[in-house]
């Protein structure tokens, strides 16, 4: 098939209604509608100004209650669970039996991280008995060391969660409620049995819808497969099976006159219209959490400093890239102290007119404070520094 020829503007624009960041429909029918567009949501255990799964419905949405974020995730029934994607992620309860090719590559291996205890039967036969669980009910989670010692009990939990046995479908303070999986997933659901093949077409097509526009990077990272289920996919682009349209998008890798990248169809059907949203972006949203192609289809650098030591760190700590017309305009590392929203370090992206884009800024950081219930704004550096009494005037 010959490929659609895309321009890098035009591929980026398809991306970002995709994403659900064009637009007003996108906003139609809440967290639950969102989850579904992106196909999973990040987890992360950082909390800057909310903790990650609350962000990327914020920055879709604007100010939906962060209690209403939390029932739409976690509730009863269960409309989601978590398990492993792009990493551990809130996925749609409907999307169980795609991932039964993961839960099987586990029971095969037999370990993740850590050996398996051998006390994993007992530890299922007390879920089943005295019902949803979490792992200070069964002696706590560590075993006094660093963050991955942890104890017997734990890495059960997580192993039987790992193979199916177990499904985490809602969470009390942050800490994971395991239950049978045959208590928690519909039947229907768990009766599927699909084959590896299967799994993987299913998720390339919903992959595919998620990013709007991927080459097979962007796809293997959002589903983070290797060995013999990367070449499941690259049949799955071969075939078609998967739905998707190659397109061929200037200024990406690839050879000229071929395929560079596969496309979501109902995306090519018309131009993506309407007001581009302009908010904070978190680092772990699948707008930008593979950096490789945050740099191809933005022209934006961006690297996580938290994890680089303090005195080496160039943006800050927690970063949040601003999103606004459409582009990626700067960054922004915030904090909190009481009632005010802090920006630690402010940094416009170069080449771009504090003129022109103050106002962009100004409205991020204002709209990202009164979510979180600050009434005060405080810019304590910038790039250029004339954005700071700029972006340290009251809101209007």
Same mark, same amino acid.
């Given at each position: 098939?010959?490929?659609?020829?895309?321009?890098?503007?035009? #591929?980026?624009?398809?991306?970002?209604?995709?994403?659900?960041?064009?637009?007003?429909?996108?906003?139609?029918?809440?967290?639950?509608?969102? %989850?579904?567009?992106?196909?999973?949501?990040?987890?992360?255990?950082?909390?800057?100004?909310?903790?990650?799964?609350?962000?990327?419905?914020?920055?879709?949405?604007?100010?939906?209650? @962060?209690?209403?974020?939390?029932?739409?995730?976690?509730? &009863?029934?269960?409309?989601?669970?978590?398990?492993?994607?792009?990493?551990?992620?809130?996925?749609?309860?409907?999307?169980?039996?795609?991932?039964?090719? !993961? !839960? @099987?590559?586990?029971?095969?291996?037999?370990?993740? =991280?850590?050996?398996?205890?051998? &006390?994993?039967?007992?530890?299922?036969?007390?879920?089943?008995?005295?019902?949803?669980?979490?792992?200070?009910?069964?002696?706590?989670?560590?075993?006094?060391?660093?963050? =991955?010692?942890?104890?017997?009990?734990?890495?059960?939990?997580?192993?039987?969660?790992?193979?199916?046995?177990?499904?985490?479908?809602?969470?009390?303070? =942050?800490?994971?409620?395991?239950?049978?999986?045959?208590?928690?997933?519909?039947?229907? %659901?768990?009766?599927?049995?699909?084959?590896?093949?299967?799994?993987?077409?299913?998720?390339?097509?919903?992959?595919? !819808?998620?990013?709007?526009?991927? &080459?097979?990077?962007?796809?293997?990272?959002?589903?983070?497969?290797?060995?013999?289920?990367?070449?499941?996919?690259?049949?799955?682009?071969?075939?078609?099976?998967?739905?998707?349209?190659?397109?061929?998008? #200037?200024? =990406?890798?690839?050879?000229?006159?071929? #395929?560079?990248?596969?496309?979501?169809?109902?995306?090519?059907?018309?131009?993506?219209?309407?007001?581009?949203?302009?908010?904070?972006?978190?680092?772990?949203?699948?707008?930008?959490?593979?950096?490789? !192609?945050?740099?191809?289809?933005?022209?934006?650098?961006?690297?996580?400093?938290?994890?680089?030591?303090?005195?080496?760190?160039?943006?800050?700590?927690?970063?949040?890239?601003?999103?606004?017309?459409? @582009?990626?305009?700067? @960054?922004?590392?915030?904090?909190?102290?009481?009632?005010?929203?802090?920006?630690?370090?402010?940094?416009?992206?170069?080449?771009?007119?504090?003129?022109?884009?103050?106002?962009? %800024?100004?409205?991020? %950081?204002?709209?990202?404070?009164?979510?979180?219930?600050?009434?005060?704004?405080?810019?304590?550096?910038?790039?250029?520094?004339?954005?700071?009494?700029?972006? &340290?005037?009251?809101?209007?």
């Amino acid at each position: 098939m010959t490929p659609i020829d895309l321009t890098a503007d035009e #591929a980026r624009r398809i991306i970002l209604r995709s994403q659900g960041l064009i637009g007003a429909d996108p906003r139609k029918g809440g967290v639950h509608a969102m %989850l579904r567009r992106l196909g999973a949501v990040q987890l992360d255990t950082i909390s800057v100004l909310a903790r990650s799964h609350e962000l990327v419905a914020y920055a879709r949405l604007g100010a939906v209650g @962060r209690t209403k974020v939390e029932r739409a995730y976690w509730h &009863n029934p269960a409309q989601s669970f978590e398990y492993w994607c792009h990493a551990a992620c809130i996925l749609p309860i409907e999307h169980w039996p795609l991932y039964e090719f !993961r !839960r @099987r590559a586990f029971r095969e291996r037999k370990q993740r =991280w850590h050996a398996v205890p051998d &006390n994993v039967d007992k530890l299922l036969e007390q879920v089943r008995e005295s019902g949803p669980l979490m792992t200070s009910d069964v002696g706590g989670a560590k075993n006094g060391g660093p963050w =991955w010692d942890w104890s017997d009990s734990k890495i059960g939990l997580e192993w039987l969660l790992d193979i199916g046995e177990l499904v985490c479908s809602r969470r009390v303070g =942050w800490r994971r409620v395991y239950d049978l999986a045959e208590r928690v997933v519909p039947a229907g %659901l768990l009766a599927e049995d699909l084959t590896d093949e299967e799994c993987i077409v299913r998720l390339a097509a919903i992959a595919g !819808r998620s990013l709007g526009v991927a &080459n097979r990077t962007d796809l293997i990272d959002f589903l983070r497969l290797k060995g013999r289920y990367a070449a499941i996919l690259d049949d799955v682009l071969l075939s078609g099976a998967a739905g998707l349209a190659p397109v061929s998008v #200037a200024g =990406w890798p690839g050879k000229k006159g071929q #395929a560079n990248a596969w496309a979501d169809p109902g995306g090519l059907e018309s131009e993506p219209r309407g007001r581009h949203r302009t908010t904070l972006v978190s680092p772990f949203d699948s707008l930008i959490w593979h950096r490789g !192609r945050t740099e191809r289809v933005f022209g934006f650098t961006y690297t996580l400093e938290l994890y680089v030591p303090k005195h080496k760190r160039v943006h800050g700590y927690f970063t949040m890239p601003v999103l606004a017309g459409g @582009r990626l305009i700067g @960054r922004v590392d915030p904090a909190r102290e009481g009632t005010t929203l802090v920006a630690r370090q402010v940094h416009l992206e170069p080449g771009l007119s504090p003129v022109k884009w103050a106002g962009a %800024l100004r409205d991020a %950081l204002w709209s990202a404070a009164e979510w979180v219930g600050c009434d005060t704004i405080r810019v304590e550096r910038a790039d250029p520094p004339e954005l700071v009494p700029i972006l &340290n005037m009251t809101a209007t």
